[in-house]
């Protein structure tokens, strides 16, 4: 499944897409944000399995535009450390 | 040299006269459907201002969102371009430029010549700039600069979920029937703005010295949020709603480069 | 109902309750409830054996709690039935945390697409829902099982609450705003800004500039409509296509849709305000027959 987080308003589309399917629970990428954008819960759309998926906190889902800016700076951006953490490649940003 | 900057912005249009660094006058309105007409009273009360007439200006630079509607420019800059030039004679120790306007937020990171490194910017969202504030202190029934200053006089740290100056509308009114104090409600305003604000400068990286300009660094509620989400104090020049039409003004007389 | 005198009330309806006569309660084995708690509207809806029995579709009031009893106690009326009859309660909605007698809470994005399925049939592949203050986009498989989602609930635009900025500035009713926008001969060009707090002062300009209500509602409904299918994009859309929520009630915002996406979206046999309640009253069900097999 995939799970976008995030939104588009006036300046742009701010979305980070979780493709459940791949995700393993392991929690990696929940350890490498440095501001708790991430967190591995029991899959929110799916609630008749009990398989855990990571989605994007509640909190941060209005906000992801700013809290994910320092990651991001305008030049020499390196690469996110949610997508360096995930060993199966679960993780994409669209902006 | 006597040149003039025009920064035609989203919703003033403002006009600073100089004479070799040293400001001669100054002309703002704002901006309505006809532009040109706009441009003419801004132009017309910079020069009452100044005391002097038009054809004593040598040169004019236009700069904002509305530059090309200066038909008689002689060139023209982008806001960023502007804000660098003007805070760099102001500021020459500056080395972050935060811009917050009306309708757009900037964030620049300049070198020891006031030279453009990179920038970022948020525009087209009301919650990225000042028209955010503006729409609260409507919603509070409070005149803007009533907002800043009791935003100074808060106790408590109330969290503000909305991140949009319509939502955020519906959200500062049921906070006033919750009975939450106007002035901490005033305070949750200027600390989301903030948080905005400084999550863009940091996609620049926040260097010292920061220099804030921009019609809301007039709102002295939102400088404090500011200042303590940066954890540094910014320095904010007397006119910084002019910053850029200076800049615009120094670029013409070749001052600034 | 009663006359409704707060203009500052974005989303008018008509509060409505339902029950199938023919349905004996008493004879079933799992009578399973879903709450659905939304920003503007709450409903209940009440399954016998997995069947369509009851449901309300109200107002949400100040408080969440209160707004889900009501809810219910209105879905109950006349049925003879009490909460203690219920086996499984789900709650769903923004407030969904706050159903004080739901078991479990569930998203949104997951009962919209279980209700939709059990609404429109195993053919339906994508769900558009215009909320008050949300707009989702669902993909789903056969089973009703969630394929690919978003949901915006941070910009007012496309959302009940950016057209009501319109309807107030144009002094015009909400109701009224999809009708009148399509008395224009021409489509006027779609109104630029995306911001409801912008494209309110353009729309503002263009007042002064002598432009009739009906135009500019035209230009409004447009961007609305384009910004919605941009969104619709990311997850691709498939036949069959559904939009339900309040603005789904907007001829001016739907039509523009389906003419540029080229589809048209299905035409709805329930009211589809209650998709999320009913999608809940199945899970309800479904987690009532995990919860006895495993006894
Ligand atoms: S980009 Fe940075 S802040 Fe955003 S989710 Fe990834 S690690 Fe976290
Ligand atoms: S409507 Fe709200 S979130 Fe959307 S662009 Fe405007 S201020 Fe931003």
Redo the contacts with the bound molecule.
Sequence with gaps: MKANYGYKDGSGEFF?TLDTDRCTACGDCVE????G??EVVDDPVDPLSDVQVAVVTEAERKK?KY??GP??PVVDRPP????TACPEDVIA?SW | MISAGIDVGAKNVKVLIQEDGKVLGKGSVLAGLDMGADIKEAFDAAFKDAGIARDKVEKLYATGAGRNEVKDADDSYTEVGADAAGVAYLYPEARTVIDVGAEEGRAIRVDERGKVVDFAINERCAAGAGAFTEAMARALEMPLEELGKISLTSTKAVPMNAQCAVFGESEVVSLIHQKTEKRDIARAVHDAMATRITSMARRVGVQPEVALIGGVAKNVGFVESLERDLELEVMIPDDPEFVSALGAALLAAGIAK | MAEDTNSKEYWRWTESNWRDPDIDWKAGEIISVGIDVGSVSSQAVILVDGKLYAYSNMRTGSDSPKSAENAMDWALEGTGMTQDDIHYVVGTGYGRVNVPFAKRAITEIACHARGANFMYGPTIKTVLDMGGQDCKAIRVDQKGKVVAFLMNDKCAAGTGRGMEVFANLLGIHITEVGEMSLRVEEEPPMVSSTCVVFAKSEASGLLREGWPKEKVLAAYCLAMAHRVVDLLERLGVEEDFAITGGIGKNVGVVSRIEKELGIKALKPTLDTQIAGALGGALFARALEQKGRKSK
């Design positions: 980070i490498a944000c440095p501001y954008v991430l992801i809290t994910c990651c991001k996110l450390p949610c997508m940003h």
